[in-house]
C-alpha cells in the first residue's frame, strides 16, 4: 500500500522537500540547505524514507591522495636531482661520477636512471670506458620546468585531492614509488528521490511543527491547534535490537556448572603449571609413554622443575610403577626416575587437579567437578586446537561401581542437552573399566562425548584412597559443536559478530 504525506514526520517531509529541489546529494549537503540541526536528523530521516520506498541511499567508496610526509615536497625527485647534475657537468658523465655528485646510493641511483630513460631526459650508453649518461633534448628542455608529476606533487602538498581529479597515469606512476604518496578510503553516501518519491512530493507536502504525544504546555496554552501529531504506523520498519547476552562458549560454561552443582558436586579448580607427577605418573602412565613426548606435551622453560608432593606418596606411586607396590599389579617393571617426575609441564588435562583434591579429600562420599583449560601441541585443524576446555567429575563412594557410573552421566549428558546416551567399551591408562559415552543430537547425530571409567588401584592405592572412584571427561568444544551443529572448532573462537548476536541465549 503506497505511503501518504500523512504518514510521513517532520524531518521526513523536511528531506523530500530539500531533495527535490536537486533530485540527489549526500547528507552532508542535505543537512546544509535543508538547515537540519544534527546530521543524524538527515540519516534518521532517510532511512525511514528508504524503508518505505520513497528514497534511495547508495554507498561508494571514494579514494582521495596526499603526499605521504611534509618533506617529500621539498626535496628533488632523484631524476630531477641527476638532471640539474648532468647539465651542470656539461650532459655527459659516467654513471660513477654522477653517483658521486648526487651523492645517491646504489638504490637511488637506480631508480634515477630509471626514470631519466623512462621520462626520456637522458641516455646510458655502454662503452670501453664503462657506463656514461647523456642528456637528451628532452630533458634540457625539462631543466627548465616542472614536470606533470611535480606539479602534481606541488598540488598534493596544498590539498587533498579525490581519485577522478587526477590523471589515473600520474597516479599509478606515483603510487609505484615508495612513500610519496598516501591513500585514503572514505565512504560517500548519496540519497536520491524515487518516483514514488517524487509522486508524494508533487501532491503537495505542508511543513508544520510535529510533537509525540500532547503535553501540559500544549494543552493549556491552545499551542496542539497548531502543531502535528505524529500519526503511530504497526507497520513501519524498526531496527532489529539484540539484547547483550553471554559468549556461546561462557553460556555453555555455565550451564554446565549449574547442572554439576544441581547434582550435588563441588566446584575445584587448580593451576595450569603441574608436574609430570600429577599429569602423569600418579595416573600410572609410564615414563616411556609416547604421551610424554615433547611433540605431545608442553614442557616448561622456566620453571623446569616443580617440587614433588609428600614423599610417601612419591614412595608409593614410584613403587606402583616398578612393581605394582601393594596393588596386587605386577606395574611397568622399570626403573622408576625422580628427575622425569619433577618436569614441569603445562597440564594436558585436568585430571592431576582431580586427583590431587581428592588426595586431600580421602574420605568418601565426595563429589567434584572441574571445567578447565588444558593445553596440548597440536596442529590447528577442523577439530583441534592447542588450548581447549575439558570437563570432568569424579565420584568417590563406597560401594560405587559402574551401574551407577552410567546412571550418573546418562544423568548429566540428558540435562545438557542430548537426546538418548549410549556406551561402548574403551580403554584408557588409568581406568579399569573403560567406557566412551555417545550421545544423540536434537538433529539425531551422534558423537563420541569422552571417556570415563573406574580409576584403577594403581591410581587410588598410592593416594591412600580406600573407596572406588568413578570418573569421566569430555571436550568442552566438541559438545558444543555437536550440539550447535558446528562443523569447524575455529569457529567458536572467531570474532563472528552476526552470529553471536543472533544466537539464542543459553539457559
Not at 649518461?133 to 627548465?144: D, F, H, P, S, Y
Not at 503537495?204 to 502543531?227: F, H, I, M
Not at 623446569?304 to 612393581?323: G, I, Q, W
Request: charged content about 30%.
Amino acid at each position: 500500500m503506497p505511503t501518504s504525506a500523512a504518514e510521513l514526520s517532520y524531518l521526513e517531509k523536511k528531506v523530500l522537500l530539500t531533495l527535490s529541489k536537486r533530485k540527489k546529494a549526500t547528507p552532508e549537503e542535505l543537512k546544509s540547505a535543508g538547515k537540519f540541526r544534527e546530521l543524524v536528523e538527515v540519516m534518521n530521516a532517510a532511512s525511514w524514507l528508504q524503508a518505505k520506498g520513497l528514497v534511495t541511499m547508495k554507498e561508494r567508496i571514494l579514494h582521495t591522495y596526499r603526499l605521504a610526509r611534509p618533506d617529500v615536497i621539498r626535496r628533488p625527485l632523484p631524476e630531477r636531482k641527476a638532471l640539474r647534475a648532468l647539465i651542470k657537468a656539461g650532459g655527459r658523465v659516467p654513471v660513477p661520477k654522477l653517483q658521486a655528485a648526487c651523492r645517491f646510493d646504489d638504490g637511488e641511483l637506480a631508480v634515477a636512471l630509471g626514470w631519466l630513460r623512462r621520462k626520456g631526459w637522458a641516455e646510458v650508453s655502454k662503452g670501453s670506458q664503462g657506463s656514461v649518461v647523456i642528456v637528451t633534448a628532452a630533458g634540457k628542455a625539462a631543466a627548465e620546468a616542472r614536470g606533470p608529476d611535480e606539479e602534481l606533487l606541488v598540488r598534493l602538498a596544498k590539498e587533498e585531492l579525490p581519485e577522478d581529479a587526477i590523471d589515473p597515469r600520474l597516479l599509478r606512476d606515483l603510487k609505484s614509488r615508495r612513500e610519496l604518496v598516501k591513500e585514503r578510503e572514505s565512504v560517500r553516501r548519496e540519497i536520491a528521490l524515487t518516483p514514488a518519491g517524487e509522486k508524494i512530493v508533487a501532491a503537495g507536502l505542508e511543513l508544520k511543527e510535529e510533537v509525540a504525544q500532547p503535553t501540559t504546555d500544549l494543552l493549556r496554552a491552545g499551542k496542539w491547534r497548531k502543531v502535528d501529531f505524529r500519526r503511530y504506523d504497526p507497520k513501519a520498519f524498526a531496527p532489529l535490537i539484540r539484547p547483550g547476552k553471554r559468549h556461546v562458549l561462557g553460556a555453555y560454561i555455565e550451564k554446565i556448572r549449574r547442572i554439576f552443582l544441581s547434582m550435588g558436586f563441588t566446584e575445584i579448580d587448580g593451576d595450569f603449571v603441574q608436574s609430570a607427577f600429577w599429569n602423569f605418573d600418579a595416573l600410572f602412565q609410564p615414563q616411556d609413554h609416547p604421551a610424554r613426548d615433547q611433540l605431545d606435551t608442553f614442557y616448561l622453560a622456566k620453571p623446569s622443575t616443580v617440587p614433588l608432593p609428600d614423599e610417601r606418596v612419591v614412595t608409593r606411586v614410584a613403587k606402583t610403577h616398578e612393581d605394582g607396590g601393594g596393588t596386587g599389579s605386577t606395574g611397568w617393571r622399570y626403573r622408576w626416575g625422580r628427575r622425569e617426575a619433577e618436569r614441569a609441564v603445562l597440564r594436558s588435562h585436568t585430571t592431576p587437579i582431580t586427583l590431587h583434591w581428592l588426595m586431600e579429600h580421602p574420605d568418601p562420599p565426595q563429589k567434584a567437578f572441574i571445567i578447565g583449560r588444558n593445553f596440548r601441541p597440536d596442529a590447528i585443524d577442523w577439530k583441534h586446537l592447542p588450548e581447549f576446555h575439558q570437563i570432568e567429575g569424579v565420584v568417590m563412594e563406597d560401594g560405587a561401581n559402574l551401574a551407577q557410573l552410567i546412571g550418573t552421566i546418562e544423568t548429566f549428558y540428558r540435562r545438557l542437552g542430548f537426546t538418548r546416551v549410549k556406551f561402548r567399551p574403551g580403554f584408557f591408562p588409568y581406568t579399569e573399566p573403560s567406557m566412551e559415552p555417545e550421545g544423540q543430537a536434537s538433529d539425531g547425530r551422534w558423537m563420541e562425548l569422552g571417556g570415563s571409567g573406574v580409576f584403577r588401584p594403581e591410581v587410588t592405592a598410592p593416594l591412600g584412597l580406600k573407596a572406588p572412584v568413578l570418573a569421566w571427561g569430555l571436550g568442552l568444544e566438541r559438545v558444543i559443536m555437536a550440539l550447535e551443529g558446528i562443523a569447524d572448532i575455529r569457529e567458536l573462537y572467531l570474532s563472528d559478530l552476526d552470529w553471536l548476536r543472533d544466537h539464542p541465549a543459553i539457559v
